[in-house]
């Protein structure tokens, strides 16, 4: 996680956004106490949604805890994906 200041980042933007983007990085502007500003990049913020979106209701949830204990425990199994 990076952290600068609002003057800071303006004098530089072009490398905090190459930072953010290229290595995943989230950006931290502060503002005042206890006020602040989150920069990341699309492609962590999208990581996010799909997680929120898996875990939005029980039902989802407790799937994912049973595969996650079926791989752990080693009773999984592996498929072929079908190629069209």
Do not use: H, P, W
Not at 19 to 30: A, P, S
Not at 36 to 54: D, P, W
Request: proline share 0%; aromatic share 8%; hydrophobic share 30%.
């Amino acid at each position: 996680m990076l952290t600068t200041t609002l003057s800071d980042f303006r004098k530089d933007i072009k490398s905090y956004f190459d930072r953010v983007t290229q290595n995943f990085e989230t950006l931290i502007i502060n503002r005042g106490k206890d006020n602040g500003i989150v920069i990341m990049s699309l492609a962590e913020y999208n990581s996010l949604c799909a997680t929120q979106y898996e875990m939005s209701s029980k039902e989802n949830q407790r799937r994912l805890d049973s595969a996650i204990e079926k791989l752990k425990s080693g009773n999984s199994s592996r498929q072929n994906l079908i190629e069209e």
